[in-house]
């Protein structure tokens, strides 16, 4: 059973450019969360996807910041017009039954975004 | 006041020492909670659930206390491998149940 998939591991995109992140869950998970993590900082929560809608984005910065979770194939995390305060590491997260005691969150290996 | 909050650290600490830290959380609506691990530029994984009446696994005890809302992770004989950041998690609260928050770490660092 393959864990959470991310990839790339490593992205670096010009200022302005559009970088796509992309997470397919562990099988048998239907909710995918994404976080942001600046270095030396802990995780903050963007948004939480169910297939085909999106749950809670207040954690999405309001302007080039997009998230889907389709039908079919990964959950995407877009960001437009990227600029040097983006560069992070992204972690996507799945887990089975959202909202049930001490559910945990499976971790994929994140995409470490570098704007240049 | 943040959400979740926890002492960056780091803690230096010799092997075979045993450390213990704290995590504060505010939202007393609050009812799952976790620790995880976080060795550095990795995905964080989860080390243990915090049970209301406190838990064990082998050398780490995690233990809740609601009435302060905040938990606790202790490490018993450290090894040098447990040298890592420790991220307290909680549950956002009953309306939010899916939704994490998680502290900024506490950064533990075991010296020969």
């Known amino acids: 059973n393959a864990g959470v998939m991310q990839n790339p591991r490593h992205l670096v995109r010009r200022r302005g450019q559009e970088a796509r992140l992309r997470c397919s869950p562990m099988?048998?998970?239907?909710?995918v969360y994404w976080y942001r993590q600046l270095p030396e900082e802990g995780l903050k929560f963007m948004v939480y996807?169910?297939?085909?809608?999106?749950?809670?984005e207040s954690g999405m910065p309001k302007e080039r910041f997009s998230a889907e979770f389709p039908k079919e194939g990964p959950s995407i995390l877009r960001i437009q017009q990227v600029v040097r305060g983006d560069s992070a590491a992204y972690f996507c997260?799945?887990?089975?039954?959202?909202?049930?005691?001490?559910?945990?969150?499976?971790f994929g290996q994140g995409t470490r975004l570098t704007v240049v | 006041r943040k959400e979740v909050e926890q002492d960056p650290g780091p803690f230096n600490v010799p092997e075979g020492a045993t450390v213990a830290f704290n995590c504060t959380y505010s939202?007393?609506?609050?009812?799952?909670f976790f620790w995880y691990r976080q060795d550095c530029r990795k995905e964080p994984k989860l080390l243990m659930s915090?049970?209301?009446?406190?838990n064990e696994d082998g050398r780490f005890t995690a233990q809740l206390n609601r009435a302060s809302q905040y938990i606790s992770l202790l490490i018993r004989d450290s090894k040098l491998s447990d040298s890592a950041t420790y991220l307290c998690?909680?549950?956002?609260?009953?309306?939010?149940?899916?939704?994490?928050?998680w502290g900024a770490g506490t950064k533990l660092i075991i010296k020969p």
């Open positions: 996807l169910q297939k085909e809608n999106i749950i809670d």
């Open positions: 998690v909680v549950n956002k609260g009953r309306t939010s149940n899916y939704q994490l928050i």
């Open positions: 997260a799945s887990s089975p039954i959202p909202g049930a005691n001490h559910t945990e969150a499976f």
């Open positions: 099988k048998g998970h239907s909710h």
């Open positions: 915090v049970y209301s009446s406190g």
């Open positions: 939202n007393s609506a609050s009812q799952s």
